[in-house]
């Protein structure tokens, strides 16, 4: 079965307990097959704090998979290559000084 590595920024590494791990995935996953089974095996709170009650990324939430957001390709629906890495963030955007 394939691997992926995935890192947890922001506050999510709290959450998940570790800032990356490898995760195996089926042949053919995409973002959402992976989202749920980081959620089942580390916490439910990842979940909640990357996806809406409608399961749709919450605003501020980014995947960043092969160095690009998913937004970029077909969101949660993107495929995942074998053996790639994966970046899930949320509220990291740049702030600005005054």
Do not use: C, K, W
């Amino acid at each position: 079965m394939p691997q992926l590595s995935v890192h947890y920024l922001g506050f999510l590494q709290q959450l998940a307990g570790v800032s990356e791990e490898r995760v195996e995935v089926p042949p053919g996953a995409t973002v959402r097959d992976l989202l749920a089974v980081l959620q089942h095996n580390r916490s439910d709170d990842i979940g909640v704090a990357l996806l809406t009650r409608g399961g749709q990324l919450r605003e501020g939430a980014r995947v960043i998979v092969g160095g690009r957001n998913v937004s970029e390709f077909q969101g949660l629906d993107t495929v995942l290559q074998n053996e790639g890495e994966v970046a899930v963030v949320v509220g990291m955007d740049p702030i600005s000084g005054g």
